[in-house]
């Protein structure tokens, strides 16, 4: 089952983010050094009260972070970002990604319609065997220099 995170998986979505950032294909995020757990868990504390919210599987084998921030161009639009999906090595084969993100979308749909946002965003890493995410358009394409 996927719920909404409370106060109370804080520290678990706090490692996850962690590990998270160890498998990031950008150098400088993967140092351990830089990585701050307290900006971190304030972060998700503001998303689960609010900022915008935090998914976990129940058994809490992956999570899904988004944020609802003004668009950079435009800010009287509102745009839910996924910030953040990760499940654990040893389950990616199975439903956990596809589940985390059907209730994603589920939940963006419910803000677009509370009007608390206009538009859903959404980004796959460069290792991702899914090639689409159905009901999005693709806009655009990151390159990072280090």
């Not at 995170?5 to 993967?30: G, H, N, Q, W």
């Not at 944020?67 to 990760?86: D, G, L, M, R, S």
């Not at 084969?93 to 589940?99: A, D, E, K, L, P």
């Not at 059907?102 to 460069?126: G, Q, Y």
Request: aromatic residues 10%.
């Amino acid at each position: 089952m996927i719920r909404f995170a409370s106060k109370f998986d804080v520290p678990a979505c706090t490692e996850m983010m962690r590990r998270y950032a160890s498998e990031s294909p950008i150098d400088a995020l993967r140092d351990s050094k830089v990585q701050n757990d307290d900006y971190v868990k304030a972060l998700i504390e503001s998303l689960i009260i609010g900022r915008g919210f935090v998914l976990l599987d129940d058994q809490m084998r992956g999570m899904l972070a988004a944020i609802i921030t003004p668009n950079f161009w435009c800010p009287q639009i509102a745009e839910i970002k996924e910030v953040a999906w990760w499940v654990h090595p040893e389950y990616r084969q199975g439903t956990i990604g596809g589940r985390l993100f059907f209730e994603f979308v589920k939940h963006s749909e419910e803000l677009i319609r509370e009007k608390r946002a206009d538009i859903v965003c959404a980004s796959l890493m460069h290792t991702s065997s899914v090639q689409s995410l159905p009901g999005f358009k693709k806009i655009e394409t990151t390159f990072v220099k280090e």
